[in-house]
Every structure is written in C-alpha cells, then in structure tokens.
C-alpha cells in the first residue's frame, strides 16, 4: 500500500471515529421486576378447604422515568393454569383483588397509576385458586412461569 493509500485511510478512519459521538439521549423507559412472585403456599386439601388466595406483596413492582407521559399498562399473555406433569389447576389473575377483573392478556392491558419518577413503584397482583377447579388432582408442585408486559 503506497504512502498515499495509507494517509488516505487514516483520514477516512479519523472521519469515522470523529462521527461517532457520545451524545446520549433520554429515553422514556418503564421497568418491571424480574423474579416477582405469587406463591399459593402448600394446599393440601383445596376441595375442602375452599378456595385460596395470594398475591405479589412487594415483590413486583415498576419503575418508570419522569419523562414517560403516558399511563403504563400491564397485561399477560400467559394461560392462567398451573401445571404439574399431566395435571393443570386453573387460577386467576387480576391487579385489584383475589378474584376481581382478570388481568388483561393482551394490550392495551390493566391501567398502572403510580408516581412515574424513576423509583420503584409495587404493584401487587392477586392470583386464586378455586376449589371447584380443584377436581381431585394430585398432589405435587404445581407451577407457572408469568410474562408480565408494561406498555407505555
């Protein structure tokens, strides 16, 4: 490569290095806590004793920066069924009582109002376990992995 090439080159290089800038830009970001949970405990006799109820206490929650302007909204697409081997036991999932209105499983999803101000917000979501689903089933661990969407 002649000398010429060579200066040439580096020119281009340093133009390119000089068009790749540190410029950051804010980024309206909402962000949902991995590893939240919604345990029903042991349930030994669900037929018997009625249904049971749980919810996330603390361990969900949201933070969003200041500069989202819009309501965030959570849904979940995941089937409300616990499984175990063959054996599934339905459940519900709602954002305002163990019972209440499902969480939505699509957008535009279950309005969240919390403060939006880049701190963590909980949010608590209840999950029941009915008896009249119980149907006899088995004992064993009964489990579900949940995808929690926040649309903003």
Known sequence: MSLASRVALRGLLALLAA???????AV???????????????????????DVTTNTGSSLWVNCTSDVVTTPRLYSPTARTLVSGNNTLE??????????????????????????????????LYGKLFAANFRALPSGLYSRVISLTVEY
Request: net charge negative.
């Open 19 to 25: 068009g790749v800038g540190t410029h950051a830009l």
């Open 28 to 50: 309206p970001t909402c962000t949902i806590a991995a590893g939240a949970t919604l345990s029903f405990g042991a349930v030994v006799a669900l037929a018997s004793t009625g």
């Open 91 to 124: 459940f519900s999932l709602s954002a305002s009582s163990p019972g209440g209105i499902e969480l939505a499983t699509s957008s535009p999803g279950t309005a969240l109002e919390f403060a939006k101000n880049g701190s963590n917000q909980t949010v608590v």
